[in-house]
Structure formats: C-alpha cells, structure tokens
C-alpha cells in the first residue's frame, strides 16, 4: 500500500502545484474567473481567489512535509469536492430554464491551469471528483508497514503518479482537441 500512498502524494501535489502556480502567474484573471463562476458576490472574488490560493498552497506544503501528507491530501480532497459543488452551483446558473431561452449569466472560463479557453463544465466536476478519490484514498490507505519500500516501486509509482498528474492538468487541452464544440459542455 505504500507505492498506492506514494502514487496519490505525487498526483495531487502536482496538480496543486500546477493550479497554484497558475493562478499566481495571472491573479487578476483567477480573479475574475472567479467573478464569472457567480457562485460568491462579485466583492468577494478576490478574497475567495486568496483563501483558494492559500488552501492550496497549505495543501502541498503538508502533503510533501513527513508526517502530515495525510491531512494534505484529506485537505485537497475537501478542497476539491468544493470546487466540484462551486462549478455545479456555477453551471446550475448558466443552464437554459423553460423560463427564460437565455442564460441567467454566461459560462465561466476555467482558471484552473491557467487559460484554456474552455467553460467550466462537467468535465471538470468529473476531474475534480477523481482527484478527490485520489486524495482520499491516499489519505485513508494502510501506512508503510514494517517492510521498507522497494527503490524501483517507488520510482514506477512516481512516473505513474505523474502521468496521471499530467492527464489531469492537460484535460481542457485533451477535450479541445478531441472532442467537438457541441460536446465539450
């Protein structure tokens, strides 16, 4: 279980790290992002994007600090459930009603890696709720036992937590290659 432990520490801590040093790369357009999600009043975007920011930050620092990965990944779980239920309550916004043809409000651009372009949608409640597994069983899994780890486990589940790392924060880019404009949404 330790390689399953390392794996989800290396998964989660790069895609905060990526997130993280996105949104420090462009504040102001985390910062409105978080204005177009309409999930908090407009005058709290800019404190929410800090607290985000500061959250994720404790999150890394606490997954790569020994003896604490597991409140760090159990953080980035709770952390991404909420920005699961944000994005839900922002599409929820954003969807047609039989009364009204037109959208209370447009779709917001995902900031979460920087900028893709792509409205948020349910590819990234998907993302989001995967990552939180993720986090969660890392937390919750079996400690290293009295065997120590084998080097080479712990080399193939650090290429194999990166992997998924890079799959995770290259989504938008993936479903914009792929997928038509009609089923990105």
């Not at 709770?78 to 839900?88: E, H, K, M, N, P």
């Amino acid at each position: 279980m330790i390689y399953l432990v390392h794996l989800c520490r290396v998964v989660i801590a790069l895609v905060f790290l990526a997130a993280l040093v996105s949104k420090l790369r462009g504040p102001a357009e985390f910062v409105s992002s978080m204005r177009d999600l309409g999930v908090f009043p407009a005058s709290a975007a800019r404190a929410t994007g800090i607290t985000i920011v500061s959250a994720e930050f404790a999150a890394i620092v606490l997954i790569l600090t020994p003896g604490t990965e597991r409140a760090g990944l159990l953080l980035a779980a709770a952390l991404l459930c909420g920005f699961s239920l944000g994005i839900a309550a922002s599409l929820k916004g954003t969807q047609e009603s039989a009364a009204s043809p037109k959208p209370t409000r447009k779709a917001a651009v995902c900031r979460c890696f920087g900028s893709s372009g792509l409205p948020v949608g349910r590819h990234h409640i998907a993302r989001n709720i995967v990552l939180a597994v993720i986090g969660a069983t890392g937390a919750l899994a079996p400690g290293s036992g009295s065997a120590p780890a084998h080097p080479a486990g712990v080399v193939i589940a650090l290429f194999a937590g990166a992997l998924l790392a890079f799959f995770a924060i290259t989504l938008d880019t993936l479903i914009a290659l792929f997928l038509p404009q009609a089923v990105r949404r």
